[in-house]
């Protein structure tokens, strides 16, 4: 498993030691499914690439997220995504499929391919979260063998626990959930 260290951040990346330990976790995690699926080399760079960038403004100021987003009103903990993939885009990336995935990995997207569910996989089963860790590790265990059925158990495990917390599901979510059921 890759430690915090060995990733690779973009140079205006803020995160500190936990978060970069985090990136790592689900890098390496996405690098793992893509080796064990034999995808192809494009694509197991699209889905490493992902995890590297998803969370490269986590710790950055809400202010200077609003700011770099011009958003007033989004709620701060979903600022990050859209920012970092922002950036990665004034960076040169153009891969639609890496940008989208992190731009919606907090909420989820209705429309995304393999890259977008690859990575809001990754980021709520990579094992350094404190919940459920057995169930969450045999969970990430069947992703390659079973994509779209973990991936539909993946949404249904973090739309429960958005409702048992109190919290309403975003409208993406929402649309997610109804686009896979």
């Known amino acids: 498993?890759?430690?915090?260290?060995?990733?690779?951040?973009?140079?205006?990346?803020?995160?500190g030691p936990g978060r970069a330990a985090h990136i790592a976790r689900v890098t390496a995690l996405l690098e793992h499914w893509a080796r064990t699926m034999s995808l192809d080399t494009e694509?197991?760079?699209a889905w490493r690439d992902a995890g590297r960038g998803h969370d490269a403004l986590r710790d950055a100021p809400e202010p200077e997220l609003r700011v770099m987003l011009n958003d007033y009103t989004t709620p701060a903990a979903l600022l990050h995504g859209p920012a970092a993939a922002r950036q990665l885009a004034a960076d040169g990336e153009?891969?639609?499929?890496?940008?989208?995935?992190i731009a919606h990995h907090t909420v989820g997207h209705p429309d995304w391919g393999?890259?977008?569910?690859?990575?809001y996989m990754a980021d709520y089963l990579e094992p350094g979260r404190p919940f459920a860790r057995a169930e969450r590790a045999a969970l990430a265990a069947t992703v390659p063998n079973d994509f779209d059925g973990a991936f539909r158990e993946v949404v249904r495990e973090r739309v429960e626990r958005a409702q048992s917390d109190g919290h309403g599901l975003h409208p993406q979510t929402a649309a997610l959930w109804n686009a896979i059921r």
Do not use: F, K, Y
């Open 1 to 15: 498993m890759r430690d915090a260290a060995s990733i690779e951040l973009p140079a205006w990346a803020q995160v």
């Open 43 to 45: 694509i197991a760079h």
């Open 94 to 101: 153009t891969r639609h499929d890496v940008l989208e995935a």
């Open 114 to 119: 393999r890259t977008g569910r690859a990575l």
